[in-house]
């Protein structure tokens, strides 16, 4: 019986070996296990952290280029509005000179000519050939009327 006792003993004390090497690999298996899920919640909070920095500073720039362009758009409708307006300014200015340069264009009167002199051969051929019968009566009725109207 003492060798019945003592192969007893020897399986229960390895069994008591077991269920104590089994409570160490399960301790240190919640430990390593307590320990990844603080790094994991660390890395995400990490992540997280960066993700919300990266993201403010995107808006930012953003925020800034956007901030750019209304000044630029705001330039160019300056400009346009100015464009425009030299553009109407121009306009008038040049219907006003085109009136100013149609005035000229009409027919002044002939000067009186002078009792004295002869007109010059060029101005005898422009007077004989805008001369007709018809201006010819009309200024010879006009000549008596300024003759009157001196008398009276």
């Given amino acids: 019986m003492s060798e019945e006792h003592m192969f007893g003993e020897s399986v229960d004390d390895a069994v008591e070996r077991l269920n104590k090497t089994l409570e160490h690999i399960t ?5 390593q ?10 890395l995400h909070d990490r992540g997280e952290a960066a993700t ?3 993201i403010s ?28 307006v030299g553009r109407a300014a121009r306009k008038r200015v040049t219907k006003k000179a085109a ?15 002078r009792a004295g002199k002869k007109p010059t051969k060029k101005v005898a051929k ?9 201006s010819a009566k009309k200024s010879a009725k006009k000549v008596p009327r300024k003759r009157a109207a001196k008398k009276a």
């Fill in 126 to 134: 422009k007077v004989g050939a805008k001369s007709t019968k018809k």
């Fill in 57 to 84: 500073a995107i808006e930012q720039r953003l925020r800034a280029q956007i901030e750019s362009l209304r000044g630029e758009i705001e330039q160019l409708r300056n400009r346009i509005g100015e464009t425009r």
């Fill in 27 to 31: 301790e240190a298996t919640e430990r």
């Fill in 99 to 113: 009136a100013k340069k149609k005035a000229p264009a009409k027919k002044k009167a002939p000067a009186k000519k």
């Fill in 33 to 42: 296990t307590r320990l990844l899920d603080e790094r994991i919640k660390e």
């Fill in 52 to 54: 919300e920095h990266l």
